[in-house]
Each structure stands twice: as structure tokens, then as C-alpha cells.
């Protein structure tokens, strides 16, 4: 498949880079700064563009058969500022001059419903985190409504915690909701989720909670 990568110098994005290329798939990386990427390949594109701009952004997008986000706030300061609905709507806007349908971007658990079988502890966890992290969580909601109204098939993946520990490939889902007693995922683990769910109909248009 012809994919094209946003954020691709973080964390997730970066994975999404790699195991795509490792798949076979032509990868267009979308940054501002091609010397953060230390990914290669002989399937691998790097444009560089401002993410501000949509109109820089559709020479990226256009023909591809996926676009797959890892587009976020990296703290509360750039939460504050709707970092990650400001640029999902740029993403949306190029997406939907182009008529690129399929879309998945990261999300994050509490943005979804409760899980259910979850106990006391894991729900008095959850509203510790959803308090201290408000900022950021009200921020991807608006990320996911901008989304819902959009043209784009589109999927939300919700992951709890995340860590930098190897890929697994063993993780739950939750179409509409949330892995009961779900705590962590590698990042290395949503990116391969996200790969793996372009191609699945029932994610789209949906949240998906995604955890080991």
C-alpha cells in the first residue's frame, strides 16, 4: 500500500514508519525537520512541510491509500493550544481536497467510555490521570469531533499508558470502547494496531480501545 505518515519523528509515528516499511509499503513521512528522522528506505519518502498549511500538505497525501496519524500534544503547555485538533483539521482539510478517504490517528483511552469489568482501582486511577491530564484529553476530544464531522473514513485509536517497551503483537481490542483493566501498550504495539486496522471495516468511523 501507498501510506503517508504525520508525525513521524515522535514516538508512535516513527514505528508506524518503520514496521510499515518492513511490510513493504511505499511510506511518505511528513515533517518539519527531515534530520529528526533516523528511519531509511528505499520505500520511504520524506516531505518536508508545515503542518500549520494545508495546502503544503497535499502533494503528501494525494493517491495514497492510507494516512495515519501519531499527531499529538507533547505536554500540557501544547495541549493548552489544541495542538492536536488545530493540526488533525489541517490533515483533514488536504485529505479531503484530494479525496483521500481512509484515515487513523492516535487518540487516547480516557477520550472513550469507561471500560467495562473494570474495578474500584483502575476506575480511581482513570480519574486521577483524566483530572491532571484535563488539558490534554479535552484537546484529542475535539480532535475526535472534528473527525466525526469530516468526510474521511476515519478510526481513533485509544491506547491507556503508553511505554517504550519492543513490539508484542499481543494487545486487546475494543471496537466503541475500552480493554477492561487495560494500563499500558508499547508504542511499538500501537503502531502495529494502527497498521493492522487500516484494512479492518468495522473500526471504521469508531473509537477503538486498544491495550495489553
Given amino acids: 500500500m501507498k501510506l503517508t505518515v504525520f508525525g513521524a519523528t515522535g514516538g508512535i509515528g516513527r514505528e508506524?514508519?518503520?514496521?510499515?516499511?518492513?511490510?513493504?509499503?511505499?511510506?511518505?513521512?511528513?515533517?518539519?525537520?527531515?534530520?529528526?528522522?533516523?528511519?531509511?528506505?528505499?520505500r520511504l519518502v520524506v516531505h518536508r512541510a508545515d503542518l500549520a498549511a494545508p495546502e503544503t500538505l497535499r502533494a503528501a497525501v494525494t493517491g495514497r491509500?492510507?494516512?495515519?496519524s501519531g499527531l499529538g500534544a507533547r505536554g500540557r503547555a501544547d495541549a493548552a493550544t489544541g495542538v492536536a485538533a488545530r493540526l488533525t483539521r489541517s490533515v483533514l482539510t488536504a485529505m479531503e481536497a484530494e479525496r483521500v478517504r481512509r484515515l487513523l490517528v492516535v487518540s487516547a483511552a480516557p477520550v472513550g467510555p469507561a471500560a467495562e469489568g473494570d474495578g474500584v482501582l483502575?476506575?480511581?486511577?482513570?480519574?486521577?490521570?483524566?483530572?491532571?491530564?484535563?488539558?490534554?484529553?479535552?484537546?484529542?476530544?475535539?480532535?475526535e469531533s472534528a473527525l466525526a464531522a469530516s468526510g474521511t473514513d476515519w478510526t481513533s485509536v485509544r491506547p491507556p499508558k503508553l511505554t517504550d517497551k519492543p513490539l508484542t503483537g499481543r494487545y486487546r481490542t475494543v471496537v466503541g470502547g475500552n480493554p477492561p483493566r487495560g494500563r499500558t501498550l508499547a508504542r511499538a504495539d500501537v503502531a502495529h494496531a494502527m497498521l493492522a486496522m487500516i484494512d479492518a471495516p468495522a473500526t471504521v468511523k469508531q473509537g477503538v480501545g486498544v491495550a495489553y
Fill in 65 to 68: 491509500d492510507a494516512v495515519l
Fill in 16 to 42: 508506524i514508519v518503520r514496521q510499515a516499511l518492513a511490510s513493504g509499503h511505499e511510506v511518505t513521512a511528513v515533517v518539519r525537520d527531515p534530520t529528526r528522522l533516523a528511519v531509511t528506505g528505499e
Fill in 122 to 143: 483502575d476506575k480511581a486511577v482513570l480519574a486521577v490521570i483524566s483530572s491532571v491530564l484535563k488539558d490534554v484529553y479535552a484537546d484529542l476530544r475535539v480532535m
